[in-house]
């Protein structure tokens, strides 16, 4: 079972379309990351959020927080082809020894 | 200021071969993180270095160590490589340890044959 679920799998969308995608876990965090990774290249870290409902905005990118800090979402406007790329949601275990990742959500938006 | 390296880029080992894999990290970070990306089972945590210290380790088997020098690089080794560990490797460094913000470098390709 796998600590921090993502949703969708994967996306393919047109330019200019709205989306969210989602992580989730049963499990809760005092931080989350999101992370973003191009072919043949390194993550990218996006955001952290810490705060329960917290709400951040980068650019066309919004992230939040659930309440409860076991989840989180990531809403693109008005996607662009620079988006396309693997978005990935991480965390510390609740133990503080294991840094996990959730699987992914592959985006790619067509223009 | 210069990001995280890593060398080589790629690399073609034989089933049964050991291999050493090399990062340098961000110049002021001391902490060095080190993850195992592959199709499957997608991005896994390996071990974090601290000060020449390793501070966590993930879920796998002892042909996989490291270790951090006093500059702060850190060198990734796997003995007995078997076909499952063809993957990415990836290096990750930040200034202290166990904190969110984490910088990735490009990885390491290795394929076993």
């Known amino acids: 079972t796998q600590l921090l679920e993502q949703s969708p799998q994967f996306l393919s969308i047109q330019e200019g379309e709205n989306l969210t995608v989602y992580c989730n876990s049963s499990s809760v965090f005092s931080s989350l990351q999101w992370y973003r990774q191009e072919p043949g290249e390194g993550p990218v870290l996006l955001v952290t959020?810490?705060?329960?409902?917290e709400v951040k905005k980068l650019k066309r990118l919004t992230f939040q927080f659930g309440d409860a800090r076991k989840d989180s979402s990531l809403h693109i406007t008005a996607a662009q082809p620079g988006d396309t790329g693997l978005y990935l949601c991480?965390?510390?275990?609740?133990?503080?020894?294991?840094?996990?990742f959730g699987p992914g959500t592959r985006l790619s938006v067509l223009p | 200021k210069a990001g995280v390296t890593q060398t080589p880029r790629y690399l073609i080992k034989t089933r049964g071969q050991q291999v050493t894999l090399s990062c340098s990290p961000i110049s002021g970070h001391r902490s060095v993180s080190w993850y195992q990306q592959t199709p499957g089972q997608g991005l896994q945590f390996l071990f974090e270095y601290f000060s020449e210290t390793q501070r966590n380790k993930g879920n796998f088997p002892g042909r996989f160590s490291g270790r951090q020098f006093s500059n702060s690089r850190s060198e990734m080794n796997v003995s007995t490589l078997e076909l499952g560990d063809s993957a990415l490797y990836l290096c990750?460094?930040?200034?202290?340890?166990?904190?969110?913000?984490?910088?990735f470098g490009p990885g390491t390709r290795l394929t076993v044959t």
């Open positions: 959020v810490v705060t329960g409902g």
């Open positions: 991480a965390a510390w275990d609740n133990y503080g020894q294991n840094f996990v």
């Open positions: 990750a460094s930040s200034l202290e340890a166990g904190v969110n913000e984490q910088y």
